[in-house]
C-alpha cells in the first residue's frame, strides 16, 4: 500500500482513449446582444442581436467533451442535406472529431436558437419535426468498421429518432466485448437492455421505475433495474445531491456535488457520459470514471449553454479540492467520503475500539494504522456497548469526548460510532482495504475480518506499547 497521504488522483491518459458514439445530433445556436427596453409591441424585451456562434449539440456534443480531453472519437448520426448538417460537420471536424454523418433524406437537422442577453436565456427556439425512427441499417451499416479499434460505444438518445432500436448496436459491440454507456431520454428503459451502464438523471431514473422519496428507494428500485435488464451499472445524476453509482454486488457509491455555483446545466449529462467513456477507454475502473465524471460536471454547470471540459480544468479541480473532509461523521456520510477518497486511488485503513481513556499507547498504534494506508477510519464503541464490554462505571469518557479527542489526531481522518458489541455489521459496509487491530489477537479472531478479506483486503496486528492501558490508568486513579 501506498506511505504517502491523501495524495491528488492522476488523470488517465486520454490520448489512449477511442470512443464510438451514436445518436441524436444537434445543431445549437446563440444569438447574443444587449437589452435595455420593453417593446412597444408585446411586453417583450428588444434584444439587439450583435454576436452569434454555433455549438455541437446532443451526441456531438459528448464528442466535443472527449475530444477536449485529448480522447479520439467518432461519431455516428444523422442530419438532414442543409446548412445546419454542414456546420455540424465543420464544427466536429474543427476539433479532431471524426464524423459519419449520414443525410436523410426529408429529415432536417434539428437546431435550437437561443437567445442571450446579459448571460441570461431570454428564449429558445427549436427546429425540428416531430420525431421519427430512422432506418437502422442507416447506422449499423456503418458501425462494424468504426467498432474495430474501440474502446466504449456511447449511444446518446435524445429520442428524436436516430436510436429508435438501440438493441442491434449494444449487440454489436457486446459481441466484441465492448462496454455500452447510455445517455436515456425515453420513458421505458427496456430498449437498453443489455447495455452496460446507464446514466439518467433522477427525474429519467424515477419515470423509468417510479417515485423515489429517499436514498433507500433509489437503492432497492435502481438494483432491481440492474437486474432486470441485465445492466452492470447505473450511474444517477441527482443535481446538488451528487451522483449515486450503483453496481452488482457492491455497496452504493454516493458522490456529492462539487459545483460552486450552477449557472446552466444545459448539456452536463452530456459531459458526464463523455468523462465516463474516456476514463473508462483510457483503462480506468468504474469508480475512478465516475469521481471524474462528478468532476466535470461540477465544472460544467458553472458554464454558459453546452460547454466542455478540458483536461487543464479538470487537473486545476482535482489539485485544489479536498472531497473527503477529516473529523467526527455518520456512517452515511462515512460510506460516501470513504467512496469518494476511494475513486482517487486512496487506500482504506480502519480500526475499532472504546478508546476510553486516551494513552500513548492509543497514539502509537494509531500512528502505525495511518503509516500503513491513506485514509484511517477510527470506530468507536457507543456509551452502552463500551457498558455491556467494560461494566458498570464505564465508560469514564462519554461517547461524544472520545470522538472528539480521536478526532483531533492528525493521524486519524474519520472517527465513527457504532452500536453493536462488534464492528463487523459496519466494517462489512465501509471494506477497508486494510483492517487493524492492536495486540495480541490472531487475525481470524477480529471482527469483520471474514468480509474484509473476502473483498479482497488484508488483515493485519500490529505490537501495542507496553505498560501503558487504560485499565491500569483507572486503578491507578481508584488508588490514589
Known sequence: MPACRHPTLPLPDFATARVVIVGDIMLDRYWHGATSRISPEAPVPIVRVDDSEDRVGGAGNVAMNIAALGGRTALLACVGADEAGRRLRELLRGHGCEAVLEEVEGHATITKLRVVSQHQQLIRLDFEQQPAALPATLLSARLDRLLADAGVLVLSDYAKGALADPQPLIRAARDRGIPVLVDPKRPDFAAYRGATLLTPNLQEFTHAVGECPDQAAIEQRGRGLLAALELEALLITRGEDGMTLLRRDAPALHLPTHAREVFDVTGAGDTVVALLAAALAAGEDLEQAAYLANTGAGIVVGKLGTATVARAELERELSVRDPSP??????AALLVRVGSARAQGESIVMTNGCFDILHPG???????????????????????SVARLKGDGRPINPLAHRMAVLAGLRSVDWVVAFAEDTPERLICAVRPDLLVKGGDYRPDQIAGAGCVRQAGGEVRVVPLLEQHSTTGIIRKLRGA
Open 326 to 331: 477529516r473529523g467526527v461523521v455518520g456512517e
Open 362 to 384: 492509543h497514539v502509537d498504534y494509531l500512528e502505525q494504522a495511518a503509516a500503513l494506508g491513506d485514509r484511517l477510519v477510527v470506530a468507536v464503541n457507543d456509551d452502552a
